[in-house]
């Protein structure tokens, strides 16, 4: 792999974890792209991703929104499952699973 940010070459095994979730988006989003194209246009409208965030500084985090507020704006539905309170701050629209003694209950939240 080549790092954009040097312009040398780089084993994958000297990413950080912000780094490995950053690349894994890119390569799920790719991927989403080349599956749309190979099916005939078939599009994947919904992609969901799950954890990962964590390991983001806060700058690759506003980043990485930035891509799925994009992703949103071309009518592309991005659910994300984490559990990092920045998040929770930052999605509007959220479905928040509260665990019980009889079992889980899904609310519906909505963050102003």
Known sequence: MVD????????TATLSGG?????????????ADV????????????????E?????????LDEVLDVLDSLRERDRSVGIVSHV????????????????RSGSVVRQRTVV
Request: proline share 2%.
């Open 52 to 60: 990962g965030f964590g390991s983001l500084d806060d700058q690759t």
């Open 4 to 11: 954009a940010w040097t312009g040398r070459e780089r084993d």
């Open 35 to 50: 599956v749309t194209d190979e099916a005939g246009g078939v599009r994947l409208d919904t992609l969901f991703i799950d």
């Open 85 to 100: 309170p920045d998040l929770r701050r930052r999605i509007h629209a959220q479905l928040e699973v509260v665990k019980g």
């Open 19 to 31: 780094e490995t979730f950053f690349a894994s988006l890119a390569l799920a989003l790719g991927l």
